[in-house]
């Protein structure tokens, strides 16, 4: 299955508000609920910031949240952060299977300004 | 707490197999699916493939679709992946991470380097 897209770097300043694209299909991020968003810093393993598109595990910040308008999911990081550098990624369920199935966007690198 | 700790750095030649452990704590581990997703150098993820722990039903990313098995061991809480036929670019870092609707739990990453 194919990579879903994300633009591969967007930045803001400290305080500002950030938004990151997701854009699959209707195989998946459009055809499902099951988009989750990924933070990772360098040398360290992924951390799921959203999951179920919009939902926050306990320990995220309310400053991150999650949406989705047809086949795009979206993350907004809101007053931006300096710990908030690190590179983002989104996932969806997919469809290609009747077991589970999952494909990851291509990152986005967030810089702080 | 719960986590997830992996097996260590391999090094291995071209066309042989590698074998990477999982452990899990802190949690039952027949409650939810493990997932192997892995990153090469300066790359994205990708996704690799899928078991159930409950019942050990698989589903594999297609392009690695004959080189990997994914196995579990409920006696010690353990999944394994095993990918076959190495080539250098399978040269990554292999994350295992647990969870059904997204991957909330993730092991620290062993680092798989295919070099002759």
């Known amino acids: 299955q194919s990579a879903l897209t994300q633009p591969a770097s967007v930045s803001g300043s400290p305080g500002q508000s950030i938004t990151i694209s997701c854009t699959g299909t209707?195989?998946?991020?459009?055809?499902?609920?099951?988009v989750s968003w990924y933070q990772q810093h360098p040398g360290k393993a992924p951390k799921l910031m959203i999951y179920e598109v919009s939902n926050r595990p306990s320990g995220v910040p309310d400053r991150f949240s999650g949406s989705k308008s047809g086949n795009t999911a979206s993350l907004t990081i809101s007053g931006l952060q300096a710990e908030d550098e690190a590179d983002y990624y989104c996932?969806?369920?997919?469809?290609?299977?009747?077991?589970?199935?999952?494909?990851f966007g291509g990152g986005t690198k967030l810089t702080v300004l | 707490q719960v986590q997830l700790v992996q097996s260590g750095a391999e090094v291995k030649k071209p066309g042989a197999s590698v074998k990477v452990s999982c452990k899990a704590s802190?949690?039952?581990?027949?409650?939810?699916?493990i997932s192997w997703v892995r990153q090469a150098p300066g790359q994205g993820l990708e996704w690799m493939g899928w078991i159930s722990a409950y019942n050990g039903n698989t589903n594999y990313a297609q392009k690695l679709q004959g080189r990997v098995t994914m196995t579990t061991d409920t006696s010690t809480s353990t999944a394994y992946m095993e990918l076959r036929s190495l080539r250098s670019d399978d040269t990554a870092v292999y994350y295992c991470?647990?969870?059904?609707?997204?991957?909330?739990?993730w092991g620290q990453g062993t680092m798989v380097t295919v070099s002759s």
């Open positions: 991470c647990s969870g059904d609707d997204a991957f909330d739990i």
């Open positions: 996932s969806s369920y997919t469809s290609s299977s009747t077991l589970p199935n999952w494909v």
């Open positions: 209707s195989s998946d991020v459009g055809g499902y609920n099951y």
């Open positions: 802190g949690y039952t581990f027949t409650s939810y699916g």
